[in-house]
């Protein structure tokens, strides 16, 4: 976990940084708010394919063996974001970066392996809270820069550098101890069967799981892309001070993070989670309405909307419903759900922001209501101590 934890932490600071303009970059580019929806799609798409890839070969192979190479690889493809000249270029880094990221059940797979049932809400936010830390200096630094460079000579910088960070923090993931010895050769046949197996498990309170955090992230897909977009764009709120409200989120999540995860492994997975997702559907709400040039009403929404993280919840809930040998699986097929429903809404998004910006939020804040009431009534509360 240490090695994980200081490997987040490296690539987070840079990651924060570049989050913060993302789709503003696209703009300067050359795309517009449909282009950003297409460019997520085809990130989450092909996301949730190269996962199904990458969690046979972690429950197959072992961990570290997908981990360190396509952590690497992925550093490596982040580099076209900082070298693209227009926004097909974006596309094209957003498809080999996904292929790169096959080894995230991999990695949720080893943090699940190595916490004990009891601690995976408190362990999971011990684990983040460096790289929750350090990405507290990431929308500093895009602010800054944006403000002496200009956006798009900024975002060169910052993707360059989150890159070389990435890179190395493959190199430092070699010191990773392997989770997983049950190792099996490689087999198409096998994978499939496996697979069909895999999928028998979701009866029940896992397959309601992954419906809902599934469903839940892409309505965060749908609409958070386009934030930034709206904030500055149509709000009339400044760069600067879009970074200072973008600083300030992190910031809220460095101490909600842990809170979460301690409540999650006292109250219950299923409270925490719906807390997490209350706080989205009003904070999207409050963004929907919110008045033009009025940053103080914007600064509400987005911290409201991130108020109570549902992560730690989330994750210890999937650990406590999953065994050793098929988490690498399951998180695979997690993904595949997520992947695909996410591209499908990020591109509907798109074109409700062109036809009505703010319908984008309001369509994500009506639809997460019903999925929070579901959340708390249908969820179980984990594998927590019974008080």
């Known amino acids: 976990m240490t090695v994980l934890a200081i490997t987040w932490a490296l690539m987070s600071l840079f990651s924060s940084a570049t989050k913060v303009y993302s789709s503003l970059y696209i703009l300067e580019l050359g795309g517009g708010p449909l282009e950003v929806g297409i460019i997520s799609m085809a990130w989450m798409v092909v996301l949730a394919f190269s996962r199904l890839i990458g969690g046979y070969l972690a429950d197959t192979i072992g961990r570290k063996k997908i981990i360190v190479p396509m952590t690497i690889a992925y ?32 990695i949720q797979a080893i943090v699940a392996d190595t916490l004990p049932p009891e601690m995976r809400g408190r362990g999971i936010s011990a684990a983040n809270t460096l790289s929750q830390v350090t990405s507290l200096a990431g929308p500093p630094i895009a602010t800054v820069l944006v403000s002496v ?70 309505l965060y897909q749908m609409s958070f892309p386009f934030v930034q977009i709206y904030v500055v764009k149509e709000l009339g709120i400044s760069e600067e001070f879009w970074g200072i409200i973008s600083t300030l ?48 009403f914007v600064l509400a929404s987005m911290l409201t909307a991130v108020a109570f ?14 065994g050793t040998e098929v988490r690498g699986k399951i998180s695979a097929i997690s993904g595949l759900l997520e992947g695909n429903l996410s591209g499908a809404l990020s591109v509907l998004g ?15 804040s009506l639809a997460l209501v019903p999925l929070t009431v579901a959340t708390w009534k249908l969820l179980p509360r984990g594998l927590i101590p019974k008080s």
């Open 75 to 106: 550093g490596l493809a982040s580099l076209l974001y900082a070298f693209a000249p227009d926004w097909t270029w974006i596309l094209l880094a957003s498809i080999l970066t996904s292929l790169a990221l096959m080894y995230q059940p991999a």
């Open 149 to 218: 460079m200009g956006l798009v000579d900024a975002m060169r910088t910052l993707y360059l550098m989150s890159a070389l960070a990435i890179i190395g923090a493959g190199a430092i993931r070699l010191l990773l101890i392997e989770t997983h010895t049950n190792k099996a050769k490689i087999s198409f046949e096998m994978a499939l069967k496996e697979y069909v197996n895999a999928f028998k498990l979701l009866r029940g309170d896992l397959g309601k799981l992954l419906l809902i955090t599934s469903s839940v992230r892409s």
């Open 249 to 296: 989120m992190s910031l809220e999540s460095v101490f909600t993070m842990p809170l979460s995860g301690f409540l999650a492994d006292k109250v219950g997975r299923n409270t925490v989670m719906a807390l997490g997702y209350a706080s989205g559907f009003i904070g999207l709400g409050m963004l929907a309405i919110a008045p033009r040039g009025d940053p103080l």
């Open 309 to 322: 993280a549902s992560r730690p919840a989330a994750f210890a809930l999937m650990a406590d419903l999953t």
């Open 350 to 364: 798109g074109m409700i922001y062109d036809i009505y910006p703010p319908l984008t939020f309001c369509v994500a």
